[in-house]
């Protein structure tokens, strides 16, 4: 303990030194190839290499930890929620603001869902529930994915959000690693911290189209990944990966036994061929998806997950110690929403984000266009920070997302959320350019 009290203390200076020589904390190659050397010690001396894999996965996050406080005390971190905050703020004080910076749909849910709403208190539709559902929501989401799913594999879910936590708090233990691919949504790695897991960051380029290098993935793939985690239509560059990649990642899962989170919250809006991991019936494969976007419900929190009975059981046993139930009268809504179309909301989207692209090819930004979701990541010209731009742009009164909310090298990007009417992203880009001049 001694030992590992010392190792703390040259981890803080080394933080220290870090930060002075703006450096990022963590080095996945210098990672790699210390647990290389602790598996090859480990057989020579005879202890499990499972074991001291995990043992050194504790060790590295405790300094990771103790090397981003050292740089948090010095720098102020902000997300798309942090900016969202600040936004509301400057609107209570009066300041009209137009919101850019997150994913919620300023359209309606449909019709149905508001009469299934209206109906709920003459039902008598306001009771505890099944942990993991309705029988009747889950039946449909069943039928509306096929691929012979069926209602015992599926778990409904305050939000998409809860289902990712379910999944890695129940699937993985303190010193097990999760390779992330990024940039992506930040909800995987701090769930992964959460339950004292490690995640492993698979990074991607603008210049690579934000593709990733199975080849690459392979590398860091050790005996202690119990997960890889895939947010396609991606959050926040709007690609969808080709299948062939996809067709890799599954490949590397089955090989070495690794579950497979596919986060498609955003496969509803999906402009060029979209493959799902639920076809490749692989059955370590966990679905995530949400009625919040699809269907414009963020607000009544309703997700649900699909994975083999075994997993859904896991999961449902944290649901039920967290929360018991999503809420009766949400899950009829969602289940009057179910089959009602969002093909025209993907239509609105994809000639926002048009607007969204045209104007960023003026002001002569790189980006790789969207194949989906709601997002365009373009990156900043002549070295300019995120959060020099955000606040800038703040004062003049648009919200826009750090790109560093996304991932810990990506600083010089900014991503822009297409949900606000026609006129105010029209306006909102100008703003933006005013900023960005």
């Known amino acids: 303990m001694r030992k590992v009290q010392r190792r703390n203390e040259l981890s803080k200076q080394v933080g220290a030194i870090k930060n002075k020589l703006n450096i990022g904390v963590k080095d996945e190659k210098v990672e790699q190839d210390i647990r290389t050397f602790i598996s090859k010690l480990s057989n020579e001396i005879g202890i499990d290499p499972y074991f001291a894999g995990r043992l050194l996965n504790i060790l590295l996050a405790e300094s990771t930890r103790l090397q981003v406080n050292e740089q948090d005390s010095q720098t102020q971190f902000e997300s798309h929620l942090t900016v969202f905050m600040n936004a509301k703020k400057l609107e209570a004080s009066g300041k009209k603001i137009i919101h850019m910076e997150v994913g919620e749909p300023d359209y309606p849910p449909p019709e149905n869902v508001r009469k299934a709403l209206s109906k709920v208190f003459e039902s008598r539709q306001y009771h505890y529930s099944e ?17 012979h799913v069926n209602a015992d594999q599926v778990i409904v879910t305050p939000g998409g959000r809860f289902a990712v936590f379910a999944a890695i708090s129940s699937l993985l233990s303190i010193g097990d690693e999760l390779i992330c691919v990024e940039p992506a949504w930040p909800a995987y790695r701090e769930c992964a911290a959460f339950v004292g897991s490690t995640t492993k960051i698979l990074k991607t380029t603008l210049e690579e189209e934000w593709n990733p290098d199975t080849g ?10 119990k997960m890889i985690v895939l947010n396609y239509p991606n959050n926040p560059t709007g690609r969808v990966l080709d299948k062939n990649i996809v067709d890799k990642i599954v490949s590397l899962a089955r090989d070495h036994s690794i579950y497979l989170l ?5 496969s509803d809006y999906a402009f060029n061929g979209f493959t799902s991991l639920l076809g490749y019936g692989y059955e370590k494969s966990i679905i995530i998806s949400s009625f919040s976007k699809s269907h414009a419900m963020t607000g009544f929190r309703v997700g649900y997950a699909i994975a083999e009975e075994n997993i859904v059981n896991k999961m449902a046993k944290i649901q039920a110690t967290g929360l018991t139930s999503v809420a009766e009268p949400m899950q009829y809504a969602a289940l009057a929403a179910v089959e009602e179309s969002s093909s025209e909301n993907a239509k609105r989207m994809k000639r926002r984000l048009g607007i969204i692209c045209n104007k960023l090819q003026e002001m002569s930004l790189e980006f790789v266009e969207p194949d989906g979701a709601m997002y365009v990541y373009p990156k900043l010209s002549g070295g300019k920070r995120d959060v020099t731009i955000i606040r800038k742009a703040l004062d003049l009164g648009v919200a826009i997302a750090p790109g560093s909310g996304f991932g810990d090298c990506y600083s010089e990007f900014i991503r822009i959320s297409a949900c606000q009417p026609e006129d105010q992203l029209e306006k909102g880009m100008d703003l933006l350019k005013a900023a960005v001049s």
């Open 216 to 225: 690459k993935l392979e590398d860091m793939i050790s005996c202690s990944t």
């Open 131 to 147: 942990t993991k559902g309705i029988t009747k929501l889950r039946t449909a989401i069943a039928q509306k994915w096929g691929n």
């Open 262 to 266: 596919s986060d498609e919250v955003y």
